[in-house]
């Protein structure tokens, strides 16, 4: 399989609790983002890996937040404390580290939180 | 920054007839890519066509073509012959030199047999 893996595709938790999702790009691709959606919204860019360096986050990510990349292939991203309002597809994407190869900007399927 | 607009939250189409999503967009960066991605219920983004700023021809992929109108800022989806399948949610976005994608709201298309 070529594409980009989430995992899992579905989370219910209760609120107060931590989860982790993971993230696997396309092999060659050495950029790595996550984004959040919310019913009826656009994704919204949350952070980014070039490599296993992180180079961006969103004022959309707060201190509950974490994400990690930590031999430039797989990522975690993990929400400490989950509140109702974290409730959203968590959306991971990955592209070649290149602005003429923006084609290879390619989504996974999403992990779909849902806080109870 | 950069801002996407689509003012069209939903549209119908007839089947085998073409449509088009409307997309606009603000930046500052004079290098940049639009995006459309598709988005049915199973929830995956799928990628449908790429216009960089530069490109001198309209973007095309087999049913889907862009119009792109730099002066306007506009980059207009166009799907010929709409199938019972092109019911999802499209989103247009942007990025400059191949950084995080900024969406837009999107558009629920529906096609009608």
Redesign the interface.
Known sequence: DTGVSQDPRHKITKRGQNVTFRCDPISEHNRLYWYRQTLGQGPEFLTYFQNEAQLEKSRLLSDRFSAERPKGSFSTLEIQRTEQGDSAMYLCASSLGDSRHLYGYTFGSGTRLTVV | AQK?TQTQPGMFVQEKEAVTLDCTYDTSDP?Y?L?W?KQPS??????LI?Q?SYDQQNATEGRYSLNFQKARKSANLVISASQLGDSAMY?C?I?P??????????TRLMVKP
């Open positions: 996407i290098s890519g995006f991605y199973s929830g995956e983004m799928i990628f790429y960089g989103f976005a990025t030199a191949g950084n995080m994608l900024t969406f837009g709201g999107g």
